[in-house]
Structure formats: structure tokens, C-alpha cells
């Protein structure tokens, strides 16, 4: 579906609902749209996770699979050996801190990169949802308490989800009623195309759109594939930018003021600040402040206030004066409006917020003795135990790995059928796995070729249409094609798996096989003619 404003307005209010009526993406846009601030939970039997929102935006997401874990998802990167991941993971666990904390001051990774790896974990945790096919949601009002300082754009969420992930009969049953129709750029959308980060294709498809066409014009006027066409029409009209001729507004709205600079201080406060643009900034030196800042960033929402400023609860009216000045001073925004620091702006203006509200709070006698109070009490509890249970999913992790193995296994031994159910439940924990969707594929065909042919031959199209690197999904689909005797379709993919699967001698062999059947096929039909 391609929901309206009053049917964004209903999705975003409802309590729950069955995914298969109102897919994962079009209710995080609905919450998104209307700034919510909430905990949509999603199951699907096993799985199951909890994605918290703050006035529409993405900033925390828990669940029960093992591979999503801060620790996993680094060993998948490359990042880390796995007994490494398994060492600071007791490690931190003895020493009651976060794994992320404790790479750091082991020196493992640095603030800024482990920032992006955090963003990175959270935004596949989150495209994962598009991808499930049914299950249920529930929305709860009652927000848990999170730590997290982590900002996933939903719009743009939405948008790599759908291109990526929605499936074709939901594309097609969504982009059905748009056909024949004139299509537009909305003059005024709840997202501005200035948020969203556009691929090549989409910026043709926008330029093309901007004085209005038809889906089989845009087919015509663009060298995009009609396939990704829909997709990326479904995707733009479900956050609201591409819409057809009967929704557009009637009285096109002014043009949206550009954003104001942000207030500085004048020349003459600017002269008496130490400030970082007045700096001669080599690599060095953004790499440093970079650090600096990012470590502050990602520890600032699990402070209080006195945590925050450094400051005990001893501290007098001018320590807590001489604290927030320093910190207003380390992480005042402007500072960082130069070259190579631009990216930080956001994440200062954060800290410079946090640290005045930290400094009202320890102004007011009244807060500051309610806070001092909520701390005295919080110490006599067991911390860490509450810490982990704050936000959690309370059931054992599920292994996909660990189902994978075992599903090779079985391909090993021939046993199709069985390898089917284990590579399936592996697959359903992590459908961004192309080798888990090559490997299901590929067995289903194997356990009944009859039946499951046509079938295995859309998956392992898929999955190379999602993962156009993976060389597994190739050889497969050659093998598939060559085993069903299509030899000229097999060709293709096979030579394709033979530059992706480097080192690897099954796709050599698969073409010196293929060339020798399509020679006896060849020879009987000459015999025979």
C-alpha cells in the first residue's frame, strides 16, 4: 500500500496489527511522520525485536538473534578474530562496561569508528523488518529507558529498505493503482529530498518526475530497469515525495525557508575562545577531535548530570559554574564548522545541550537533591543486573551460524531435505545473508528438482539482485540452469561466479562440464536428426 496522509495518520496511532497488512517500513515511516516517541515491537516467531523511537526517530533496537550482537556483527566486519570478540566480551562483562568501552581503551578501535560501527549494526538490525513477509507488531507508549546516542534517518531507512528488501507482489500491488496516472514531486513533503541521500538512479528518476509522467513515460525517458523503477516509485511514494496528479495540494505551499545559520558568538568572544578553527587542522589534529568528541558523544545519555560535568555531589555553585563553562567550551558547536569536522556539528550540538541541561538541573537546589537522591538510591541496587535488563529481549539467542553448519552439513552428506530446515531457520534469523539464501536455494532445488525448480531459480535471482557480489548465488543458479538443461542460461552466471568466487574451483569446473553436456546434447540430436 501507499498510505495517505489520513491513513498515515490511523497506522500511526494503532497499538498493533499483522505485518502482512501493514508492512514493517510503512508503520516506522507512519511513527516517523508523526514524530512519535515509542517501542515498536515486531515478531515473527522466533525472532523477535524491539525497535525504540524518539519523536520519530530510530535510536535503539534489541533482539534475540546472536549475530546481531555488537560482538558478532564486528567478527562478520572483519573487525575482530573471534576469540578476541569472546575475550572482551568476559572482559567487559567482569568489569560491569559496555564491549565498546572496553575496544576503546584497549585500543582497539577508536571512538569514531566504533561510532560507525554502531550505526552500521543498528541500521542492519533495522533493515532486516523489511524483509519479513509476516508476524505481528505492537506499539507500546511506554518508553524504556536507553543509553543510546544513535540517530538512524527513517526516510532514508524507509527507502534502502523498500529498494532493497520489499518484496515484488507487495512493489507491485502497491505501484497497481499508480499506473496510467501522472506522477509528481510533492511541493511540500513531511521529508524534504535534501534529507535523503539519493542513489544515481533516483536522481534520475526525480529529475524526470519533476514536471510530471507516466510509469510507462519514465520506462521511456530513463535508462533505469523497469523492475527498479517500481521499486524506487514505491519507495519515494511511501515517504510521501513522489505522488500522483489527484493528491497533489491545490494551493502549492511557499518554498520552505532555507535553514538559518547557527547563532556564534561575536568577534569579540570568538577572539577570546580557544577555539578549534582557529587552528592549523592537520590529519592529526581531526582525528584527535574527532575522537575526543565521539567518546564524549557516546557516553553523554548514560551520564546524570554531575557523571556529565566531571563533578562530584560535593561540588559547590561555582564548581558546577566552572564545569559547565569548560565543557560549554569544549563542545560549542561553531567550533567545529571547519573542514574535516563539519560532520560533528550535530553530534556538538547534542553535548552543548546536554551540558546546560545538566548545569540547570545542579543549579536548582530542589532537582539537584532529587538527583543526589535517585543516585544513593540506584547504588544500593544491583546496577549491573538492572542495566541488562533494562531493555531487553528475554529469551536465548538464536545461532544462525551455528543452524548454518549444521544445515552444510547435511548438503554434504546429500541430505537435502534435512539441510533445507536448518538452512531455512538460518536464513528467517539473517535474510541479509546471501550465502544462507544461495545455500537454501540451491538444497531446496536439490531435495525435489521437480517440484522446486522454478521456485529456487527466483531465489537465487533474488538474492544476486540484492547481492550482486555474491559468487555463491551465481555458481548455484548456473548449476541449477545446467542440471535443468537450460546450457545457454547457465553460461552467464557461471562465468559470473568465476570472477566473484576467486580461488575457488567449482565454477571452472561447472563450465568444463557444461561445455561437454551441451556437446553430447549436440551430438544426440544430430544422431537423431
Known sequence: MIPNNDQLAAIAKLRGGDLAQYPFGIVLYALAAHGRSVLLEIERKPMKKGIVIENGVPVDCQSNLLHETLARFMVAQGRLEEAEATDFFQKATQQGQKLGEVLILEGKISASELYKVLQQNLARKL??????????FRVYSEMPEVDSPLKVNAPQLVVTGISKFARDDEVNTAIGPLVGKRLFLHPDPPFGLDEIRLSREQ???????????????????????????????????????????DWMPKHVPAERPKAK???????????????????????????????RL????????????????GLEESATALDVQDAYLKFSQDYAPWQFDVPGLKSLIEKAEDLFLAGGRAFGELCDVERRNELITRRRTLA??????DVASRFAIESELLDSELQYKKGRAFMHKQRWSEAVK????????????????????????MSKPDIYADEAREELKETLRIDPKSGLAAYYLGMLEMDTENFKAAKAPLESALRL?????????????????AKRRKKKLSFLG
Not at 519507495?235 to 513522489?242: D, E, F, W
Not at 565521539?294 to 560535568?309: G, I, N, P, T, V
Not at 544500593?380 to 543486573?385: A, E
Request: glycine share 4%.
Open 294 to 309: 565521539m567518546e564524549a558523544y557516546l557516553k553523554h545519555r548514560s551520564m546524570d548530570a554531575f557523571q556529565l560535568l
Open 261 to 291: 545559520p547557527k547563532a556564534r558568538p561575536d568577534e569579540e568572544e570568538a577572539a577570546s575562545t580557544t577555539r578549534v578553527a582557529d587552528q592549523e587542522l592537520q590529519p592529526a589534529d581531526i582525528e584527535r577531535t574527532s575522537n
Open 422 to 445: 536448518l538452512l531455512q531457520f538460518a536464513y528467517d534469523c539473517d535474510p541479509q545473508n546471501s550465502t544462507y539464501g544461495a545455500e537454501l536455494a540451491y538444497s531446496k532445488f
Open 501 to 517: 568466487l576467486k580461488g575457488d574451483r567449482r565454477p571452472i569446473e561447472a563450465l568444463k562440464e557444461l561445455q561437454q553436456r
Open 380 to 385: 544500593k541496587k544491583d546496577t549491573k543486573k
Open 127 to 136: 533493515l532486516d523488518g523489511f524483509s519479513w513477509r509476516n508476524g505481528t
Open 203 to 245: 536522481q534520475q528518476l526525480v529529475a524526470v518526475l519533476a514536471s510530471g509522467k507516466r510509469l510507462d513515460e519514465l520506462a521511456a525517458e530513463t535508462s533505469i530497469p523497469f523492475d527498479q523503477i517500481m521499486r524506487l516509485l514505491y519507495s519515494l511514494a511511501v515517504i510521501g515525495i513522489v505522488v500522483p496528479e
